[in-house]
């Protein structure tokens, strides 16, 4: 069973910069595609990008595009997501989730949250003057 820790968040200033982390455990990474999703309070959960499990195909929502980039080190059991120019209404909680599957399709299914094996716990995110 993949199990999946968050690390990275905090408080920031508009304008800043952040780097989340999304360690895996129990299962070898480089057969699941890895999304980050964020979570606002009173809002629904929504996909913010998407990695195939060899990293070639990468896929971003539309409000994050040019300033979030998303990477992985299958060798360190690794996701990454690197928050630049990061604005008030980026502020949630970030989680990380993995779909198993080879594909590139896996990352559409991933997010959209039709199928997801597995969250992480989440790490909050505030941006913050």
């Known amino acids: 069973q993949l199990q999946l820790m968050e690390s990275g968040g905090g408080l920031v200033q508009p304008g800043g910069s952040l780097r989340l982390s999304c360690v895996a455990s129990?299962?070898?990474?480089?057969?699941?595609?890895i999304g980050w999703f964020r979570q606002a309070p009173g809002k629904e959960r929504e996909g913010v990008s998407c990695i195939t499990a060899g990293g070639g195909d990468t896929v971003y929502a539309d409000s994050v595009e040019g300033r979030f980039t998303i990477s992985r080190d299958n060798a360190k059991n690794t996701v990454y997501l690197q928050m630049n120019s990061l604005k008030p209404e980026d502020t949630a909680v970030y989680y990380c989730?993995?779909?198993?599957?080879?594909?590139?399709?896996?990352?559409?299914?991933?997010?959209?949250?039709?199928?997801?094996?597995?969250w992480g716990q989440g790490t909050q995110v505030s941006v913050s003057s």
């Open positions: 989730a993995a779909t198993m599957g080879l594909a590139r399709f896996t990352i559409q299914r991933l997010c959209t949250m039709t199928r997801v094996d597995s």
């Open positions: 129990g299962s070898t990474l480089g057969v699941y595609a």
